[in-house]
């Protein structure tokens, strides 16, 4: 079965990136709209897996992405890390001297405003990386800039003017590959889960500790909202170790017993962490 990867954005998004570095660089991509219109992607059989953004290393957790992840039973296959890498983008023929405004996602512009602010350059708001390197492409403006991925510039024929935008260097993104099923074991390993408490006090600490007893390392912990239930959460957790290792096993029935809802989300190859965190 041919494998296509959904994902959200225009051609040449990090999230496409991301699908390139995992699948190689020659596996089918299907662009969506939304991150629900990913999910419905699959559903419909027009793509086999997703590319999810779910974290970064400055801005925090992609909310609308985790709020997908308890509507759906796609299984986490792996997970990539993209270091985002902001390029100043423009038609042939431009200077970068010639450049007075740049457009790009809000997100990208707050992480290079201070090396636009020393180049003397406007940021302009716009709805997404990719999407403002291919309209630029469609419709050069004199003056005008996008910042996006270098593989945007590649896609729309756009000249890379500066490359590293970004104001500082440690800039990585954390995605979910989802499938359906679970991916063959390969160790390192993480495995993600959801899960309710009830609404008693010690509640959460109960079930965090049958992970702690049994020395398992949580790497993120994520509360959101319950949205049938206010005043009541979900907690997302990532861990080390496989669902099929007997201390992992072992924990997941405990919290079982304790939690109000448990929900899998699969175990899955763990990705390599930059050598720069490591340092932390």
């Not at 390029?87 to 405004?101: E, N, Q, R």
Request: aromatic share 8%.
């Amino acid at each position: 079965m041919t494998t296509i990867v959904a994902f959200q954005g225009e051609p040449g998004a990090y999230s496409e990136q991301a699908v390139r570095q995992f699948f190689g660089p020659d596996v089918q991509t299907f662009p969506c709209h939304s991150f629900a219109a990913t999910f419905q992607a699959v559903r419909h059989n027009q793509a086999t897996h997703i590319m999810l953004p779910v974290e970064n290393s400055l801005a925090g957790t992609v909310i609308n992405a985790y709020d997908q992840l308890i509507d759906h039973d796609l299984r986490i296959q792996g997970e990539e890390i993209v270091h985002v890498k902001h390029c100043l983008l423009a038609a042939p023929g431009t200077s970068v001297t010639d450049i007075k405004s740049a457009r790009s996602h809000p997100q990208a512009l707050a992480q290079c405003a201070d090396k636009l602010q020393q180049m003397g350059i406007e940021p302009v708001s716009y709805y997404d990386t990719a999407g403002a390197a291919r309209d630029l492409s469609a419709n050069p403006e004199p003056h005008t800039a996008a910042i996006a991925s270098a593989l945007a510039a590649e896609h729309y024929g756009l000249t890379i003017l500066v490359r590293d935008l970004q104001d500082l260097p440690d800039n990585y993104t954390r995605f979910f590959v989802l499938g359906n099923g679970d991916a063959p074991r390969r160790d390192p390993s993480k495995t993600s889960i959801i899960f309710s408490t009830r609404h008693e006090p010690g509640a959460l600490y109960s079930v965090l500790g049958a992970l702690a007893q049994r020395n398992i390392n949580l790497s993120k912990i994520e509360s959101r909202p319950r949205r049938n239930r206010p005043w009541h959460y979900m907690f997302y957790v990532d861990f080390h170790g496989h669902e099929t290792d007997r201390a992992v096993r072992e924990a997941l029935m405990e919290i079982l017993k304790r939690a109000s809802f448990l929900k899998l989300l699969g175990s899955y190859p763990a990705a390599d962490i930059p050598v720069s965190q490591l340092a932390e």
